[in-house]
């Protein structure tokens, strides 16, 4: 286990993210919260965490990035949007991308990222809520191996499996989309 204590920017604390965000704080990290619910907000802070007005203030000082929105564009807007954290994220800061998106979109965003200064761990995860809130989600996910070792302490707080797919990200939103497609047959 990794004692590496984190200062981690949680972005999206509905039924997955906060069960993360829950996790990360019994693992001794510092988890600091974005959500437009404000009782995810509330549950957030009572839970040990604290919360920022937007995804830029949460990551003026993280170690890392979590991402746990809908889809692509609210990725792209937590990054890049009005009120983005890319601006603000430390250089070296990991960003972990859970979302469910294409595969093309995680590249574009992995390239993106890399010229900002930022390994990118692509993450999407499956498991509900109920596995989120245990900390016993499966990953599937691709990285260098320094996105995997700025990670690892996240992974450790939140996953029961975690599927190493390859160095590039990407291949995890490729596999998370095939799994997503069996699941539906």
């Known amino acids: 286990m990794s ?8 972005v999206g604390l509905g039924s997955m993210g906060m069960g993360m965000a829950r996790n990360m704080l019994d693992k001794g990290h510092r988890v600091i919260g974005v959500d437009m619910n404000p009782a995810a907000c509330d549950a957030l802070i009572a839970a040990g965490g604290t919360i920022a007005d937007s995804p830029k203030d949460a990551a003026a000082k993280a170690d890392a990035l979590v991402i746990v929105v809908v889809n692509a564009p609210q ?58 809130k245990d900390g016993q989600l499966t990953i599937m996910s691709s990285g260098t191996a320094d996105a995997y070792a700025r990670a690892e302490p996240i992974l450790e707080a939140v996953a029961g499996k975690v599927y190493r797919l390859g160095d590039a990200p990407g291949i995890g939103s490729l596999v998370k989309t095939v799994n997503q497609l069996l699941a539906g047959v």
């Open 75 to 132: 990725v792209e807007a937590v990054l890049f949007g009005e009120g983005g954290a890319i601006g603000a994220l430390p250089k070296g800061a990991v960003v972990v991308q859970c979302a469910t998106v294409p595969a093309g979109f995680t590249k574009s965003l992995g390239e993106r990222l890399a010229q900002a200064g930022h390994p990118l761990l692509d993450a999407p995860m499956s498991g509900g809520a109920a596995r989120a």
């Open 3 to 10: 004692t590496n204590t984190l200062n981690i920017a949680v």
